[in-house]
């Protein structure tokens, strides 16, 4: 009966202490979140839908991932978390339900 309840416990503990990670993370971070979106805007004019702290594959740093809606369709705009840097700006291209991305 104990070992469901710990086991309940150690997730519970993980799950805070990850999360508790994450937010020592963003702290850490040169550039905030608020800045990485500010930066977005303005290579890409729009409106934010969802932006997130991301490790993108083949980069060492951590990047911002800033989703834009703009008049053409939706951007997703790559900022550096150290650096403030345009790493890339991708256009998503939806064909018969199909979602994929193009580089802008």
Same mark, same amino acid.
């Given at each position: 009966m104990k070992?469901? *309840?710990? /086991? $309940? !416990? $150690? /997730?519970? *503990?993980? =799950? =805070?202490s990850i999360t508790g990670f994450a937010h020592t993370v963003h702290q850490l971070l040169p550039l905030t979140m608020e800045q990485a #979106? $500010? #930066?977005a805007l303005q290579v890409t004019p729009g409106t934010i839908r969802h932006a997130e702290l991301v490790k993108m594959i083949g980069r060492s740093n951590l990047c911002y991932s800033v989703d834009i809606q703009t008049v053409m369709g939706l951007r997703k705009i790559y900022v550096d978390a150290v650096t !403030?840097? /345009? *790493?890339?700006i991708y256009r998503e291209v939806r064909k018969a339900g199909v979602q994929n991305h193009r580089s802008s």
């Amino acid at each position: 009966m104990k070992k469901p *309840l710990m /086991i $309940a !416990g $150690a /997730i519970c *503990l993980a =799950v =805070v202490s990850i999360t508790g990670f994450a937010h020592t993370v963003h702290q850490l971070l040169p550039l905030t979140m608020e800045q990485a #979106r $500010a #930066r977005a805007l303005q290579v890409t004019p729009g409106t934010i839908r969802h932006a997130e702290l991301v490790k993108m594959i083949g980069r060492s740093n951590l990047c911002y991932s800033v989703d834009i809606q703009t008049v053409m369709g939706l951007r997703k705009i790559y900022v550096d978390a150290v650096t !403030g840097e /345009i *790493l890339s700006i991708y256009r998503e291209v939806r064909k018969a339900g199909v979602q994929n991305h193009r580089s802008s």
